[in-house]
């Protein structure tokens, strides 16, 4: 079967280009499904949450930050370079010399996969179907937004609106500062203890009167004397015009409306991994995340198709863990390849 491709990667996260490398590297030619840019629809974000990011001041290498589009321009580059094929409109590799020709408009989506025999079957928007031996799904996952507009302005211009304190919150925008993070999760009680090593106050907004964290992780909360606590609040609006200066709260049980003024806010909600499309090939977990065969390495519950990145990590959700993992899911399919006599 000369037409079977050794290896689809479907993501272009930090996992999906540094399976890429890897595969490259041992001549597996893979052909990566980069998604589409968020402004249509699509399962994937090409180059993931990292293009929602500006600086970048954790990714290892970078001693002066990067931004994160850049820092996934590189990966996407390093990844061409060993010879990894993007699937496109026109069906030729983009030029990816310069990142910001924004060439990500011309990528194919996955539209959806078919495991259930092998050569697998994993098809684009456009229906054509594209035949491999192994599969490595590193499609990533979205963090979860309160949907309001103003929200949404300030974090893409850099305006004090994250979704992730470990990656923005040691800026120097908000030192010092009075921030605030939305959630009762974990996430929400871990990013306001971080930020609490910036900030002068940390408000956590939550719309009940109960933490949904874990017990030893809501007392750390609750006992941390920079963290207020904002009971039964929702956030209404965000002000600022080229940053923030406040949000507009409801109160949740007498809807009065009320201003908290801040520098910095970080929505901590959730995360929804981008794993719809699998539509129930493969095992997940409540949530939607893949669940590994084995947690040491990305095997998933079908042979031959492993999995890589945030789609599978609710906990550290960090570049360069996801980075790691996709390491790993080259390494595991380019054995499980040569096991298979697939050279
Ligand atoms: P989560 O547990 O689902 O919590 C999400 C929080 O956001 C909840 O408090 C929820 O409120 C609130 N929320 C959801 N939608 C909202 C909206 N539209 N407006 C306002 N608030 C909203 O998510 P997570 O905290 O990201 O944790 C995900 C998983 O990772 C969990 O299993 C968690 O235990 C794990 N985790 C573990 C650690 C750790 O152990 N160190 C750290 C981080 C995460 P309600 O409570 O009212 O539903």
Same mark, same amino acid.
């Given at each position: 079967m000369s037409d079977v491709e050794k290896l689809i990667i479907i993501g272009s996260g930090p996992a999906g280009w540094t399976a890429a490398i890897y595969a490259a590297r041992a001549n597996l030619d893979p052909l990566v499904f980069a998604g589409r840019p968020k402004s249509q629809p699509s399962t994937i974000l090409p180059g993931g949450q990292l293009?929602?990011?500006?600086?970048?001041?954790?990714?290892?290498?970078?001693?002066?930050? =990067?931004?994160?589009?850049?820092?996934?321009a590189c990966f996407e580059q390093q990844a061409v370079r060993f010879g990894t094929r993007i699937v496109t409109d026109d069906g030729l590799n983009p030029d990816?010399?310069?990142?910001?020709?924004?060439?990500?408009?011309? %990528?194919?989506? &996955?539209?959806? $996969?078919?495991?259930?025999?092998?050569?697998?079957?994993?098809?684009?928007?456009?229906?054509?179907? %594209?035949?491999?031996?192994?599969? =490595? $799904?590193?499609? #990533?996952?979205?963090?979860? @937004?309160?949907?309001?507009?103003?929200?949404q302005r300030l974090a893409r211009s850099g305006g004090g609106v994250s979704a992730c304190a470990v990656c923005d919150g040691a800026m120097p925008i908000f030192r010092d500062k009075e921030l605030a993070v939305v959630g009762g999760g974990d996430s929400a009680v871990e990013e306001a203890t971080y930020l609490t090593k910036f900030a002068k106050k940390v408000h956590m907004i939550h719309r009940r009167d109960e933490l949904r964290a874990s017990k030893i992780m809501a007392e750390r909360a609750l006992s941390n004397k920079k963290i207020v606590m904002q009971w039964n609040k929702v956030v209404v609006d965000v002000l600022g015009d080229d940053s923030i200066r406040a949000v507009k709260l409801k109160d949740t049980k007498t809807d009065k409306e009320s201003e908290l003024p801040i520098g910095g806010l970080f929505v901590a909600i959730g995360h929804t991994p981008a794993t719809k499309f699998l539509d129930g090939q493969l095992?997940?977990?409540?949530? !939607? %995340?893949?669940?590994?065969?084995?947690? +040491?390495?990305?095997?998933?519950? =079908?042979?031959?198709?492993?999995?890589? !990145?945030? &789609?599978?990590?609710?906990? +550290?959700?960090?570049?360069?863990?996801?980075?790691?993992? #996709? &390491?790993?899911?080259?390494?595991?399919?380019?054995? @499980?390849?040569?096991?298979? !006599?697939v050279h």
């Open positions: 293009m929602l990011t500006t600086e970048v001041e954790n990714y290892p290498g970078f001693p002066e930050g =990067i931004t994160g589009p850049k820092l996934m990816v010399s310069n990142p910001d020709d924004g060439h990500s408009y011309k %990528y194919q989506d &996955c539209k959806s $996969v078919d495991f259930s025999s092998r050569p697998f079957k994993v098809v684009a928007e456009d229906d054509k179907v %594209y035949l491999a031996h192994s599969v =490595i $799904v590193a499609t #990533g996952a979205t963090a979860n @937004w309160l949907g309001l507009e103003n929200e095992d997940l977990d409540s949530k !939607g %995340y893949i669940k590994l065969k084995d947690p +040491y390495r990305s095997t998933t519950n =079908i042979d031959g198709v492993f999995a890589a !990145g945030d &789609c599978v990590d609710s906990l +550290y959700r960090q570049a360069v863990t996801a980075a790691g993992m #996709g &390491c790993k899911a080259a390494l595991d399919a380019e054995r @499980w390849l040569a096991d298979q !006599g």
